[in-house]
């Protein structure tokens, strides 16, 4: 499988965010990463949007609905949002869509913080797996992948795409 490169897909997903916001009439959205390859996007996609914005992280161990079965992850850090989330117009950045339960567990964890007035979420690769109604609004790529592969985004400096299998017993 050749997998697409970040940096082709970066240049194309900025543009298109540029136009969600643009269309919907968003000025000046907050931007949030999903730990830890959403922060790499989100800070490539500022970088390609020209923008110097401080850029929010969310880890959401504690809000995945797995938790309770795969435990704490020993790299876990706390959220860091340097801005308020209550009325802000957010632009949520992930790397991979598989399930949707990341992104479930991001929605939950903001709401938290408080009530955005919106939320756009931006996917790398979107993988066609959706186990929940969770779609992005701008996406790299959309790719379909046999049952037991996955991709991983390794970086953050380059960023790439990375096909595994998993080991089946």
């Known amino acids: 499988m050749t997998l697409p490169s970040p940096a082709e897909l970066l240049p194309t997903m900025a543009r298109e965010l540029r136009d969600h916001l643009r269309a919907r009439g968003i000025q000046d959205p907050c931007f949030i990463g999903i730990r830890s390859g959403g922060v790499w996007v989100a800070q490539a996609l500022l970088d390609a949007l020209g923008r110097d914005d401080s850029l929010g992280t969310l880890d959401v161990s504690f809000y995945r609905d797995d938790f309770s079965q795969t435990g704490l992850h020993p790299q876990v850090r706390p959220s860091a949002l340097p801005f308020e989330i209550e009325g802000q117009h957010l632009v949520l950045i992930d790397d991979v869509l598989m399930s949707g339960r990341t992104i479930r567990a991001a929605l939950n964890e903001l709401f938290d913080y408080g009530r955005p007035a919106s939320v756009t979420l931006v996917c790398l690769l979107d993988l066609n797996a959706r186990e929940l109604p969770i779609r992005p609004d701008v996406v790299g790529a959309t790719l379909s ?25």
């Open 145 to 169: 992948l046999p049952p037991g592969e996955r991709i991983k985004l390794l970086g953050p400096n380059p960023l790439r795409l990375e096909h595994k299998t998993l080991a089946t017993h």
